[in-house]
C-alpha cells in the first residue's frame, strides 16, 4: 500500500483536505492547467472522448469533473446527458457558469458527492471519464468499485491521470519542470501554498502503469489498457465493464 500523500498534512481526512484545496484553487484552475500543460491537456482530454465515443454513449458520467473540461469536450459525443460529479462546489460553480455560457446547461449537469458513495443507480451510464482525478481519492479502490457499479455492462471508462515519464532524460526534465518550477508558478497564481506541490508529491506515490491496470483488473473491469502521452507525463487508461 502506498503512503496517504495530503493537500495539508494535517490531521483531517484526505477528503476534507481535498475539497478545500480545490474550493481555494478553482478561481484559478482552469489558467493554471493550460498554462502548466502548455494547452496538451486539451489533447489528452480530446483522445480520451474519442475512445468512448466508441459506442456512441447517451448517458455519461465525469467523475471528478472539477470545471467541467471534460464533461464539456463530451458534448462532441452528441450524449443526452452528461453528469459532472464532483466534491468541490467552488470548481463546479465555474462548470456551470460554462454550461450557461454555452447554452448546455440542459444536457450537463453538475451534481456535488463523493465518488466513494455515489448517489446513482446501478449500471446507469453508458460511459464514464476521470480526469486527474482518481489521485485524489481518499479510498482508491472504493471509488473504482463506485464506477464500475455505476456503469452498464459492455460501458466504456477513461481515465486519465498525471505521470511520472519512464525514459531517464525525460524523466529527469520532467521532476525538474513538475518538482520545482510547476510549485512555484501554481503558488503564484493561486494563491494556495500548498495545491501545486501536492501535485508532483501526490503522482509520485500514485500506482501506475501496469500497477493500476492490476488495480483496475481487480475490481472487476476488462480489456484494462493503458498508454503512455505525452513522453509519459500523462497516462491514458481504458477499460470496459
Ligand atoms: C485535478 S481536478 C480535475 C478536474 C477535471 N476533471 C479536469 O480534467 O481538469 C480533480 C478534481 O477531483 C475532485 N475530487 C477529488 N476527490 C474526489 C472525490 N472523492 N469525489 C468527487 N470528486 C473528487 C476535486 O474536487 C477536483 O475538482
Redesign the pocket.
Known amino acids: 500500500m502506498s503512503k496517504t500523500v495530503t493537500p495539508y498534512n494535517d490531521t483531517r481526512g484526505k477528503?476534507e483536505q481535498?475539497?478545500e484545496m480545490?474550493d481555494n484553487i478553482a478561481h484559478r484552475?482552469d489558467f493554471l492547467?493550460h498554462l502548466l500543460t502548455m494547452g496538451i491537456?486539451i489533447t489528452w482530454?480530446k483522445k480520451a472522448v474519442k475512445y468512448i465515443g466508441r459506442i456512441q454513449p447517451k448517458m455519461i458520467l465525469?467523475?471528478?469533473?472539477?470545471?467541467g473540461?471534460?464533461a464539456f469536450e463530451a458534448l462532441s459525443l452528441k450524449p443526452e446527458k452528461v453528469i459532472g460529479?464532483?466534491?468541490?462546489e467552488g470548481?463546479m460553480k465555474y462548470g456551470r457558469e460554462k454550461a450557461i455560457k454555452l447554452s448546455v446547461s440542459n444536457v450537463v449537469e453538475f451534481v456535488k458527492?463523493?465518488?466513494?458513495k455515489m448517489p446513482f443507480a446501478d449500471n446507469s451510464f453508458d460511459a464514464i471519464t476521470?480526469?486527474?482525478?482518481v489521485r485524489?481519492?481518499?479510498n482508491l479502490e472504493v471509488?473504482l468499485k463506485e464506477m464500475h457499479r455505476v456503469i452498464r455492462t459492455g460501458g466504456k471508462v477513461a481515465i486519465?491521470e498525471a505521470s511520472m515519464p519512464k525514459n531517464a532524460i525525460n524523466r529527469a526534465l520532467f521532476s525538474l519542470y513538475f518538482g520545482k518550477i510547476v510549485p512555484v508558478v501554481g503558488k503564484l497564481f493561486s494563491k494556495d501554498a500548498r495545491a501545486y506541490s501536492y501535485l508532483p508529491e501526490s503522482v509520485k506515490v500514485f500506482p501506475e502503469g501496469l500497477e493500476f491496470v492490476k488495480i483496475l483488473e481487480n475490481i472487476g473491469f476488462r480489456k484494462v489498457d493503458w498508454q503512455p502521452l505525452t513522453f509519459g507525463a500523462c497516462a491514458f487508461y481504458t477499460m470496459e465493464k
Open positions: 477528503k481535498v475539497e480545490f484552475y492547467n491537456d482530454r465525469d467523475v471528478a469533473s472539477g470545471t473540461d471534460f460529479f464532483d466534491l468541490s470548481m458527492g463523493d465518488s466513494e476521470v480526469g486527474f482525478g485524489n481519492f481518499e471509488g486519465l
